[in-house]
């Protein structure tokens, strides 16, 4: 069965560093997600991808945040100045290839493992 | 995008007890989703309700969608240790995106 992967597991990094996190979504979707779950509470979205841009973001998806789909299967997410308070478990998700625009409603979402990430 | 309450936070059963988890938006809902989070896994799509009134089952999992459409519940029937898990609502949060409950954290002792 297809699933998403992500990479690396688990990331340390020091304050103020730029991280990169690596998703390869299903290869037949074409909407493609960014969570983050601070331990022990709810799964927050960050952004939503679609047709090579930005369909929607969350406040939390600020200036210091981007994505990009480099290539037809890597979907990738940057923190640039990465701060103590980004330490969560981040993960990507993608959805099948039907558009909500036809039946406007979200998708069933599939989920890749998740990179944790901790900065110190 | 719309917010959804869901308790409670916590519950520790005895395995054979029956589970419940409730959700509850103050605005009606298009839809809602199920996700379950094992202990250090991912989240993973249960199910999705749709029609006011909905009720489906899977297995000793039977889901519901209010008559309003402003609230879902999950029950468990007979609980099994492998329900172990953290059980999410998630309601749309946007064009395609969804809004997670807090979720409920299930324990089973055996």
């Known amino acids: 069965e297809p699933e998403v992967t992500q990479t690396p597991s688990h990331q340390v990094t020091q304050m103020g560093q730029e991280v990169i996190l690596r998703c390869v979504p299903i290869s037949n979707h074409l909407y493609f997600y960014w969570y983050r779950q601070i331990l022990g509470q709810k799964v927050e979205f960050l952004v939503s991808?679609?047709?090579?841009?930005?369909?929607?973001k969350s406040e939390i998806f600020d200036d210091q945040f981007s994505v990009e789909r480099p290539d037809g299967s890597n979907f990738t997410l940057k923190i640039r100045s990465t701060k103590l308070e980004d330490s969560a478990m981040y993960f990507c998700?993608?959805?099948?290839?039907?558009?909500?625009?036809?039946?406007?409603?979200?998708?069933?979402?599939?989920f890749g493992p998740g990179t944790r990430l901790t900065v110190l | 995008g719309q917010q959804v309450m869901q308790i409670p936070q916590y519950q520790h059963v005895q395995e054979g007890e029956d589970f419940t988890t409730y959700c509850n938006s103050s605005?009606?809902?298009?839809?809602i989703q199920w996700y379950k989070q094992r202990p250090g896994g991912h989240p993973v799509f249960l199910i999705q309700?749709?029609?006011?009134?909905e009720v489906k089952k899977q297995k000793r999992l039977t889901f519901q969608f209010g008559e309003a459409k402003k609230n879902s519940s999950l029950h468990i029937t007979a609980t099994q240790t492998t329900d172990v898990g953290t059980y999410f609502c998630a309601g749309p949060g946007g064009y395609s995106t969804l809004t997670f409950g807090k979720g409920t954290m299930l324990l089973v002792s055996p």
């Open positions: 991808f679609y047709n090579n841009e930005i369909s929607e």
């Open positions: 309700l749709v029609k006011s009134g």
């Open positions: 605005t009606t809902l298009s839809n």
């Open positions: 998700a993608s959805s099948p290839n039907y558009s909500p625009r036809l039946t406007r409603l979200p998708n069933e979402q599939f």
